[in-house]
């Protein structure tokens, strides 16, 4: 029993400190939306505006609710160890085109149409990595809330 709780509290944390990294990312990237706009006098659309939603939601928030659901249901293992990092790369991959896409965007730069597809590819990739890994924690985490109601 006590091998089962430190392993809770070991991925609780880890998925609690990783919440945090991502708040701090979603206040950083929305400090910089904000504070490079207006340095550039930039009044249009960018990119840059979605990268702090995506960050605060996809990061903090889904980390958070992560914790919750893994002081309750004790779900990861190993494998979930492999799925959280494709996660992350995903997410980071999906930040940094919005990052380039949008920096484009302020500085009036014209992407050649290969160019264009190509970070909008990126981007795609990272929402995939990111789709796929969400639904297996999701299956992973409804598992365990299986087991618990069979058990």
């Known amino acids: 029993m006590k091998e089962k709780n430190r392993k809770e509290t070991r991925w609780t944390g880890f998925y609690a400190n990783l919440a945090l990294i991502y708040a701090v990312a979603a206040m950083v990237s929305g400090v910089f939306f904000r504070e490079f706009t207006k340095f550039t006098q930039f009044t249009g659309q960018t990119r840059l505006s979605v990268m702090h939603t995506h960050y605060f939601m996809l990061g903090m928030f ?16 190993q494998k979930t160890g492999g799925v959280i990092l ?13 990052l380039v896409r949008g920096l484009g965007q302020v ?7 290969a160019m264009d597809a190509s970070i909008s590819g990126i981007a795609g990739i990272g929402h995939i990595l990111t789709g796929i890994s969400m639904i297996l924690v999701l299956l992973k985490i409804k598992k365990s809330v299986m087991r618990e109601t069979v058990g």
């Open 62 to 77: 889904f980390f958070l609710i992560l914790a919750l659901a893994q002081k309750v249901l004790n779900f990861s293992d």
């Open 86 to 98: 494709a996660y992350q790369i995903g997410l980071n991959i999906t930040a940094a085109a919005f």
């Open 107 to 113: 500085q009036g730069t014209e992407w050649s149409k």
